[in-house]
C-alpha cells in the first residue's frame, strides 16, 4: 500500500445520525461485482456503503450526501478514477474526504500518479481484507477498531 505525500489533509467527519453513527463510505467502480465485493466486507466492517458505477453516478452520490470516505477505481469508461479525484478536489465542501485509490495498475508510476491527483492512500487489487483493513485505518477516528 501506498501512502500520498502530505499535500493535503484529510479529514474524517463524526458520521452523521443519518448513517445510525457508522462511517459512510462511497465505492466508486465500473466492475459491478467488485462493488458488491466491497459493500459486502466493508458492510461487515460496520460500515455504511454505496456503490457507485463511475464517475457520474458517484458525483450524483456525492451531492445527495457526502461520504465520509471515497474508495475510487482508475480504470473506467468514460470518467477515469484520476479524473474524477481531481473533480472532488476542486469542491470545497468534498477537499477533506479521504480517498483511497483501488486499482490493477499497480506500477510505481500509477501508484504516484493517483496520490499527486489527490488520493490519499493506493491499494493494489486484488487484495485482501486485512490490506483493506490497514489502509483504512488512518482515516478512521480515534478509538476505532477494525
Request: overall charge neutral; hydrophobic content about 50%; proline content about 7%.
Amino acid at each position: 500500500m501506498a501512502v500520498a505525500p502530505r499535500l493535503r489533509k484529510p479529514t474524517l467527519r463524526v458520521p452523521s445520525s443519518s448513517s445510525n453513527g457508522k462511517l459512510r463510505v462511497l465505492v466508486v467502480d465500473d466492475e459491478v461485482a467488485f462493488g458488491n465485493v466491497m459493500r459486502e466486507v466493508l458492510d461487515s466492517f460496520g460500515m455504511d456503503v454505496r456503490v457507485a458505477v463511475g464517475a457520474t453516478q458517484a458525483l450524483a452520490e456525492m451531492r445527495r450526501e457526502a461520504p465520509d470516505l471515497l474508495m475510487v477505481d482508475v480504470m473506467m469508461p468514460e470518467v477515469d478514477g484520476l479524473s474524477l479525484i481531481r473533480m472532488v478536489q476542486k469542491e470545497p465542501g468534498w477537499l477533506g474526504i479521504p480517498i483511497i485509490v483501488a486499482s490493477a495498475r499497480t506500477g510505481q508510476a500509477d501508484q504516484n500518479e493517483a496520490l499527486f491527483a489527490g488520493a490519499d492512500a493506493f491499494l493494489a487489487k486484488p487484495f485482501t481484507a486485512d490490506e483493506l483493513r490497514k489502509a483504512l485505518r488512518p482515516f478512521l477516528p480515534s478509538g476505532t477498531n477494525l
